[in-house]
């Protein structure tokens, strides 16, 4: 499977490199609640891993979207933009927030499988 996930909750879609796709995951958005903003990164814009790269708001809370990998922003989703629901519907597809071009492919070795994702989730 190309999908890992971050301790934070993202979730990145391995399947293209030069533009893997990243999102929140089912227990993010579960835990923040209904989406009403998101906060997108600028196209072009690069990040190391870890750094905060938007914000997603909702009805109960504000949290950073983190960088799973280092690497530049390729696409965002704008649809999300306009209906930031969508992260609540759709958080695995519709949902998702942006796409980047991975820097350092070793870097994706540390994300979690989805096992060990269900796992943290589960002791969470």
Not at 2 to 29: C, M
Not at 49 to 52: F, I, L, Q, S, T
Not at 77 to 95: F, I, K, M, Q, V
């Given at each position: ?47 190391e891993?870890?750094?905060?790269a ?46 980047v ?24």
């Open positions: 499977m190309n999908i890992k996930y971050t301790s934070d909750h993202e979730w990145i879609d391995l399947a293209d490199p030069r533009a893997a796709i990243v999102g929140i995951t089912q227990h993010a958005q579960d835990a923040l609640g209904d989406v009403v903003f998101v906060d997108l990164p600028a196209v072009g814009a690069s990040f891993r870890g750094d905060v938007g914000v997603v708001e909702s009805v109960k809370a504000a949290a950073d979207l983190y960088m799973p990998v280092a690497g530049e922003i390729v696409e965002v989703n704008e649809a999300l933009r306009a209906d930031p629901s969508l992260a609540n519907t759709d958080p695995h597809a519709a949902g998702w927030f942006f796409k071009r991975i820097a350092d492919g070793a870097e994706t070795g540390d994300l979690l499988e989805q096992a060990a994702y269900d796992e943290l989730v589960k002791n969470a």
